[in-house]
């Protein structure tokens, strides 16, 4: 009897002591995975993304500064160009004709700042429309257009003065402020500027003409929406530029 009880003593123990053990190697399995997680690397933080450009204000042009008919339109696209020597005698006859539209930059230094922008604009086709807008918007609001070109450093910022520019010709166009000349009046007008701004150009004659026959149809759209009869018999009275070129003074 006493050896049964001392036998079961020691099982007792034996199995208190593996029921302690186990226990213990729990805890510490569950330690050592609490530990594991708390080694574990935090995920990075999301790097915020890169604000994109607000677009560019929308720009509109003051048509009211629209003060000029159409010998100013005309003559400032001529005056303008590069392809007239600024030596030759016709540049100084249409300077105040033109309302001094040379003072700005030409037509080519325009295109030359949109090429820069733009790469696939073709320098010949950008100065041409360069042209065809001095006419349609007269001097005083393409000299709006010139400024923002120049200060546009973004083809978005371009866009903009490009869309002001339609807008402004539209709104012209809608807001006449000449006196309903007839198409064939205007033409008889541009024909009579063309042999004078030629006979004028000398050498250059060619050139002058070929820079007229560009702008020809905006030259008779401009002139029914903003000539003045005033103006034509002005012109048609004029036998040399230099005298077409006084025109001005007496329109004011």
Known sequence: MRRIFVTLSLGLFSFASLTACG???KDADKSDKSATKKQDPEPAAKQPEDPKPAPPEQVHFDIEKDKSGILARTASTLETSDRVSADNPVRSHLAELSHHSETGPSNEGLCTHIVE??????P????????????????EVFAQMSECIMAAKTLDELAACEAAEKEAEHKLHANKHGDGLSEEVCTQMFDHFEKLAMDDAGD?????????EEVRADVLVACVDQGT???IDCALKAKTMEELGGCESSLI
Request: glycine share 6%; net charge negative.
């Open 23 to 25: 226990s213990g190697a």
């Open 117 to 122: 922008l733009r790469s696939t604009e073709e």
């Open 124 to 139: 010949e086709t950008c100065a041409t429309t360069i042209e065809h807008e001095r006419v349609l918007l007269g001097p």
């Open 204 to 212: 250059q004659a060619e050139v002058v003409k070929e820079i007229l």
């Open 229 to 231: 009869q005033k103006e």
